[in-house]
Nanobody, 124 residues
């Protein structure tokens, strides 16, 4: 069992930045591909970004490409999401997720564990 705890959400003005963190409770963190998803009120949970366990390769949704950056620290067992140039449409609950040794990880069904989410609100 892996516990994921997100932090770093909050209220920010449009154009501002936030950095989300996700701490994982497993010593085998380096074997997990990690992803960030978000869910706005009344909408389905959507993919934001992922970073692979083996190569560190990153991939982003078109809506955040060039503005968000996902990274990981395998010593601290953590994954991060740096969010710049935030827009009102980025407002959502953001979730991190872990997928054990998987590479096709852009859908919710690919992930084995989920955090509880952190609220990001962007005011326009």
């Amino acid at each position: 069992q892996v516990t994921l705890v997100e932090s770093g959400g909050g209220l920010v003005q449009a154009g501002g930045s936030l950095r989300l963190s996700c701490a994982a409770s497993t010593p085998t963190f380096s074997s997990y591909s990690m992803g960030w998803f978000r869910q706005a009120p009344g909408k389905e949970r959507e993919f934001v970004a992922r970073i692979l366990w083996n190569t560190g390769s990153t991939y982003y949704a078109d809506s955040v490409k060039g503005r968000f950056t996902i990274s990981r620290d395998n010593v601290k067992n953590a994954v991060y999401l740096q969010m710049n140039s935030l827009k009102a449409e980025d407002t959502a609950v953001y979730y991190c997720a872990a997928a054990y040794r998987k590479l096709l990880v852009t859908t919710t069904r690919a992930y084995d564990y989920w955090g509880q989410g952190t609220q990001v609100t962007v005011s326009s």
